[in-house]
């Protein structure tokens, strides 16, 4: 079957979101969330560090491309462009707090423009809302013939539509049949909706609850990133799960019963933008803050443009943006 863009299952979706964005502390949680079965929205663009800043300066895949074809002077001079624009107090200096708000605002450009593009291409008819049928068709190059659908051949397949259909169904907020731009981002980023949540969460637990008790425990949370946790064969598992069971018992398990209610779950599959922002704020300025005072001097931008927008040697993003190219959901 041709398939234009392969989707995964609702659990898989979600659980992947963790792999958005951040420092390499937060690569090794993505590596250990894949082993969760995790899958990234993203589809895994960002495996080395310079890509990943790339994109969390941009905000626009687009924009990425074209910084491959300008020089380097002409990229740093729009880098400086940028820094002018988010130096919200026009003091010729770029703060870790004007460096945290740029490149979260960078995170939500990428959201929404990713989504918009997608929107278009799946509206094949032009008429400003994204159908069933059309979803189907660009997603997964078939029609929607219920004899295709209960084909022992595409089983496998059937699984992960019949999942986004719930996910195309809950977004569909006026229940006409089609998702207008808004509801397609919904439909596209449940995360980022309350009222996707409920979806969400239940979905999980029908997953991972095996014991039907509403809730999700260690046991459930680690089996499927150390299968054979009772019986670690290897140091490297057995510090896997150690750093797994902290980070359950710290970061998640906030009421601390041994296990994870909906809030818990929630806030254990879905990245905290702001947070992962203010951590690659972080990154960045420890690299590029050379005099180490706490902030960016345009000269420092300029010096360790690399750090911004650089090669492929590292990969942490496509996100080098001139407002004015800047896609926002209001223009969805």
């Not at 496998?156 to 006026?174: H, S």
């Amino acid at each position: 079957m041709a398939t234009t863009r392969l989707r995964f299952n609702i659990t898989e979706t979600i659980l992947a979101t963790i792999f958005f964005f951040g420092t390499l502390a937060l690569l090794v949680i993505c590596i250990e969330r894949e082993q969760d079965g995790a899958y990234s929205p993203y589809e895994h663009k960002h495996a080395n560090e310079v890509e990943h800043h790339h994109e969390a300066i941009l905000g626009n895949e687009k924009l990425h491309q074209e910084y491959h074809q300008q020089t380097p002077e002409e990229s740093r001079e729009r880098l400086l462009q940028m820094a002018v624009e988010h130096d919200l107090d026009k003091d010729g200096i770029i703060t870790l707090d004007e460096l945290h708000a740029w490149i979260f605002r960078s995170f939500q450009d990428l959201n929404f423009g990713d989504a918009q593009n997608r929107f278009h291409d799946v509206d094949k008819n032009e008429d400003g809302f994204v159908t069933w049928d059309e979803h189907l068709k660009e997603t997964w190059g078939m029609d929607n013939d219920p004899n295709l659908l209960s084909s022992e051949e595409y089983k496998d397949e059937v699984v992960m539509i019949k999942e986004e259909e719930l996910l195309f169904k809950a977004a569909d907020q006026d229940q006409d049949g089609r998702l207008t731009a808004d509801e397609f981002l919904a439909f596209e980023r449940p995360e980022q909706f309350e009222y996707m949540q409920p979806l969400l969460i239940q979905r999980t637990k029908e997953s991972k609850d095996k014991n039907g008790d509403g809730y999700i425990d260690f046991h459930e949370y680690i089996v499927d990133i150390v299968p054979n946790y009772k019986k670690l064969s290897s140091k490297e598992e057995n510090e896997l799960y150690l750093s797994e069971k902290e980070r359950f018992d710290q970061n998640y398990d906030l009421d601390h019963d041994g296990r994870l209610n909906d809030t818990e779950i929630f806030r254990w599959l879905i990245p905290d933008d702001n947070a992962t922002a203010g951590a690659e704020a972080e990154h960045i300025m420890e690299k590029a803050d050379t005099n180490k005072d706490g902030q960016l001097s345009f000269d420092e931008i300029a010096e360790h443009s690399q750090v911004f927008v650089g090669s492929e040697i590292t990969d942490y993003g496509n996100a080098l943006s001139n407002e004015d190219d800047n896609t926002h959901h209001d223009e969805l």
